[in-house]
Antibody, heavy 115, light 112 residues
Framework: QIQLVQSGPELKKPGESVKISCKAS????????MYWVKQAPGQGLQYMGW????????TYADDFKGRFVFFLETSASTAYLQINNLKNEDMATYFC????????WGQGVMVTVSS | DIVLTQAPLSVSVTPGESASISCRSS???????????LYWYLQRPGKSPQLLIY???NLASGVPDRFSSSGSETDFTLKISKVETEDVGVYYC?????????FGSGTKLEIK
């Protein structure tokens, strides 16, 4: 069955970096784009962007240009989100989702930013 | 960006009754290919969202037919017939018409 399994919760200090993984299984990884969605505590869903799993080309929503990086390890069917220079407002749960329908979602990774 | 406005903010339903959730778009979601790019998702408490409906009226795989969706180019309704306790959570509409995709702010469904 199709699964997206994300890495575990993270506790970081402001200014640090965090790398979140999203491992896909049950389908051909390069056939579907991988999308990233942010959910701040108690808030709704915010689209961050996506990465073309065939070419590796990332596309970022305006609010996520600069400190956010999407990349792949195609041989491991894994997509990554790295957030550099963490800020308090980055504290959220981050989801990966398959395809532009968001038809399958990872379980989410909670990132806590605290000094 | 396209703004999606959901109503109500929350709804409380007796099991077995029906519930309706509205989603209004700031722009027509009808694409040049004749597809209405409106999606519905359910996020159960403590879980990740799941796709319920795609392209306005198509049930996603494994979703019970108690869920249905209809609408025009800008106004949409998700209907849940015979509500069950497992339907509790926050319902989001979303679009994929153009970049960037956006979501509504969510409607919380509770059981009376």
């Amino acid at each position: 069955q199709i699964q997206l399994v994300q890495s575990g919760p993270e506790l970081k200090k402001p200014g640090e970096s965090v790398k979140i993984s999203c491992k896909a299984s049950g389908y051909t990884f390069t056939n579907y784009g991988m999308y990233w969605v942010k959910q701040a505590p108690g808030q709704g869903l915010q689209y961050m962007g996506w990465i073309n799993t065939e070419t590796g080309k990332p596309t970022y929503a305006d609010d996520f240009k600069g400190r956010f990086v999407f990349f792949l390890e195609t041989s491991a069917s894994t997509a990554y989100l790295q957030i550099n220079n963490l800020k308090n407002e980055d504290m959220a749960t981050y989801f990966c989702a398959r395809n532009n329908n968001f038809d399958y979602w990872g379980q989410g990774v909670m990132v806590t930013v605290s000094s | 960006d396209i703004v999606l406005t959901q109503a109500p903010l929350s709804v409380s339903v007796t099991p077995g009754e029906s519930a309706s959730i509205s989603c209004r778009s700031s722009k027509s979601l009808l694409s040049s290919k004749g597809i209405t790019s409106l999606y519905w998702y359910l996020q159960r408490p403590g879980k990740s969202p799941q796709l319920l409906i795609y392209q306005m009226s198509n049930l996603a795989s494994g979703v019970p037919d108690r869920f249905s969706s209809s609408g025009s180019e800008t106004d949409f309704t998700l209907k849940i017939s015979k509500v069950e306790t497992e339907d509790v959570g926050v319902y989001y509409c979303g679009h994929r018409l153009e970049y960037p995709p956006t979501f509504g702010s969510g409607t919380k469904l509770e059981i009376k």
